[in-house]
């Protein structure tokens, strides 16, 4: 059951340094909820592998009921900036990199395959340290309250 008044103007900041996810309508804060990070959580993810939580602007692209982690909510992770740099420093090739922005500007699922790295999900599964590949982890009750508030499209903000 879902007792969170619908959102006109939804979208989440999740502060890493205080391990802080904010749901907010506009300017009001709705919700807000204890995270945990990336196995390596200081500093913007770069590439695949490196147990980091990218940081910067993304919207949620997919709502998965059926995650192994309780509930997901996918991150248009790598975004616009993550791509340009990645094309710089001869991370991903030209045909990603176009695939990437293309993706970013339908609001669908960027690739997720690429040496930048990818599926990184707001997700359940608990907040026993800083314990994902690169994701945020809420507990299960946590993750359902904000599942059932928001909507594909959301935009997220990830600061350090």
């Known amino acids: 059951m879902n007792e969170t008044p619908a ?10 340094s205080a391990r802080r996810l904010e749901l907010f309508d506009g300017r009001q804060l709705v919700m807000e909820f204890a ?10 993810k770069t590439v695949e592998g490196d147990g980091r ?3 910067g602007e993304f919207y949620i ?5 059926k995650s192994k982690f309780h509930l997901s909510l996918g991150l248009s992770y790598p975004n616009r900036e993550d791509a340009e740099r990645g094309l710089a420093n001869g991370i991903i090739s030209e045909g990603e990199h176009a695939a990437t922005l293309a993706a970013i500007d ?9 040496a930048l790295g990818g599926e990184i999900y707001i997700h359940g599964g608990g907040r026993d340290g800083d314990w994902t590949d690169g994701c945020i ?12 508030a ?7 903000t990830v600061k350090p």
């Open 7 to 16: 959102l006109r103007e939804p979208r989440i900041v999740i502060s890493k």
């Open 35 to 44: 995270v945990s990070l990336g196995s390596t959580p200081e500093g913007d």
């Open 53 to 55: 939580t990218p940081e």
């Open 61 to 65: 692209f997919t709502k998965n009921e």
């Open 106 to 114: 339908r609001g669908a699922m960027p690739p997720q395959g690429t």
């Open 137 to 148: 982890a809420m507990e299960d009750p946590q993750i359902r309250k904000l599942f059932d």
């Open 150 to 156: 928001v909507e594909k499209g959301t935009r997220v």
